[in-house]
């Protein structure tokens, strides 16, 4: 286990995450940046009410975590397919076609209809 500093954290530290936090809150986030004994961390969430909303969280350190909710009942292939996808966009890898859904999530777009039905 790595052990945070006690010295004061270089200015370069405080610089970086308020960069990230300003990027952040700049998409909309709602952020909160805490500078805590053992060092910086930063909070940001897609609802201000931060009720079973999705957020992120950073440390100095570059230790990051995506929390978010299902609701009660979600099929275990949608959670599934959603952390394959988290993984994948952290990691850059490219999807493994053996554990590629199968059948499309949304059904593909209808083509327009005329006017009278046809």
Known sequence: MTEHSTAPLASHDVEY???IEAGLAACGLTTHLTDARAGLDLTAALS???ARAAEFWIDDAGYAELRFWYPPGTP???VTATALRALQAVTASPPDPVCAPREP???AALPPTR???Q
């Open 17 to 19: 995450m308020r960069a």
């Open 76 to 78: 275990p292939a949608e």
């Open 115 to 117: 006017p009278g039905g």
């Open 105 to 107: 999530r949304y059904p």
């Open 48 to 50: 201000p009410s931060r």
